[in-house]
């Protein structure tokens, strides 16, 4: 897999382990939900769905790993970022689907989440990627919720 800056021949990810190599070469990364940087890049920018405001960078979810991660598995830390927002497809419709940029963060959006600008884009997420994320979840000691919960 080799970083593009178009999007038509973005290259995919296949597998979780191809993803977390990328994390180990390079810092800065990010994943983003959406129909892709040939829709985002245009714009530049996220609206907050609350209240129509536009933010100065697309809303984005941090890949580098925390230092209080410790010496536990890169690849558990990837299909943690992947798992609590594998939601996302669902919820914002047809075509939504994760892929990783790298850029500058230029604040924080309503829900604390970076706000990317100068946007590289470097791959798709495959869904096959996602899968492994959510069998690494299951194979965890402790269940994990997903991030989005029905409250009562």
Known sequence: MSPSTGTADL?????????????ERR??????????PGVDLGR?????????????GLSA????VEDWWGDRPLVL????????????PHEKGPGVR??????????RGPDNEPLVAEVEPLCWIDDAVID???AQ???????WGPLRRGGS
């Not at 979840?137 to 269940?143: K, L, P, S």
Request: zero cysteines.
């Open 77 to 88: 830390w990837a299909a943690r970022r992947l798992y609590d927002y594998a939601h996302l």
């Open 137 to 143: 979840v299951a194979a965890q000691e402790h269940a």
């Open 98 to 107: 994760p892929w990783v940029l790298a850029g500058r963060e230029r604040g």
């Open 132 to 134: 492994e994320a959510r």
């Open 44 to 56: 530049t920018s996220s609206v907050d769905e609350l209240t129509g405001v536009r933010m100065p």
């Open 11 to 23: 290259p995919v990810a296949h597998g979780l382990e191809e993803l977390t190599r990328l994390m």
């Open 61 to 64: 979810n941090p890949l580098d």
């Open 27 to 36: 810092r800065g990364l990010y994943v983003r939900w959406s129909r892709g």
